[in-house]
């Protein structure tokens, strides 16, 4: 089992960018900017097929693109978003977070060409944005959580996310709850392979459709904010 540790994060969160100025309606460019050296995609490529998760970041993407991925994500909680909180009863996945609505700067970057290729470069699939399935999530609170589940293929083979914030509280290390636990196969019985430590502006490639994974509950004084990104297998 592998683990990617915090290491000396200790301010996670991305400066003034949460109470910067409103979004604009739409880009005034596009937003994709992932730009990864030759090196760090073999590291990537690798990775993925050894352990079925590949961690890139921080810094993943562009300070101006993640400012702006943040900016809407903060904006589309307040605008466009719904509760889940279910508990586990037969056929449903435990869980308690809050989702909302993609905006423009999402949709341009989930689609951006450079994020496809670097998604086709890191995974061998030729993909495209399952919009459907593709959301903002958050977790705001002690307790808050996702369970152990199997992203559904048809909606999401393969999903990219991108910690927008993550906090924690002063002079305290991250808990579990600001962690990603990935299994080696469809269940947590096949053991636990990764446990990846959300910080701002990193980014997962994950096979979750195929290998179980889950989110433990948060400590009291962590938040975390991200870009979920689900792809399909391309025509």
């Given at each position: 089992?592998?683990n990617?540790?915090p290491?000396a994060a200790?301010?996670p969160?991305?400066g003034?960018?949460a109470?910067g100025?409103?979004?604009?309606a739409?880009?005034?460019?596009?937003a994709g900017d992932?730009?990864i050296d030759p090196q760090s995609?073999?590291?990537l490529?690798?990775?993925f097929?050894?352990?079925?998760?590949?961690v890139h970041?921080?810094?993943?993407i562009q300070a101006d693109?993640h400012a702006?991925?943040?900016n809407e994500a903060?904006?589309?909680?307040?605008?466009?978003?719904?509760s889940?909180i279910?508990n586990?009863?037969?056929g449903?996945?435990?869980?308690?977070?809050l989702?909302?609505?993609l905006?423009?700067?999402?949709?341009n970057?989930l689609?951006a060409?450079e994020?496809?290729?670097?998604l086709?470069q890191?995974?061998?699939?030729?993909?495209v944005?399952?919009?459907s399935?593709?959301?903002y999530?958050?977790?705001?609170?002690?307790?808050?959580?996702m369970?152990?589940?199997?992203?559904?293929?048809e909606?999401?083979?393969?999903a990219l996310?991108v910690?927008l914030?993550?906090?924690?509280?002063p002079d305290?290390?991250?808990s579990?709850?600001?962690?990603?636990?990935?299994f080696?196969s469809?269940?947590?019985?096949?053991?636990l392979?990764?446990?990846?430590?959300a910080?701002s502006?990193?980014?997962v490639?994950?096979n979750?459709?195929?290998?179980?994974h889950?989110?433990?509950?948060?400590?009291?004084g962590e938040?975390m904010t991200?870009?979920?990104?689900?792809y399909?297998?391309s025509?």
């Open positions: 089992m592998s990617i540790s290491g200790t301010s969160a991305i003034d960018a109470t100025p409103a979004y604009p739409y880009p005034a460019r596009p992932l730009r995609l073999a590291r490529r690798t990775e097929r050894s352990r079925g998760a590949a970041g921080p810094p993943a693109i702006q991925l943040l903060l904006a589309q909680r307040e605008s466009a978003s719904w889940l279910a586990g009863c037969p449903e996945i435990s869980q308690h977070n989702r909302a609505y905006g423009p700067h999402a949709r970057f689609a060409p994020v496809l290729e670097n086709r890191v995974t061998g699939y030729r993909l944005p399952s919009w399935a593709s959301c999530t958050y977790y705001d609170g002690p307790g808050q959580h369970g152990e589940h199997c992203d559904k293929e909606a999401c083979r393969i996310l910690y914030q993550t906090i924690w509280a305290a290390q991250p579990t709850g600001l962690q990603l636990h990935v080696r469809d269940n947590a019985a096949s053991g392979v990764l446990r990846i430590t910080l502006n990193r980014i490639f994950l979750g459709a195929e290998q179980a889950l989110r433990p509950a948060l400590a009291p938040h991200l870009l979920a990104g689900c399909q297998l025509p």
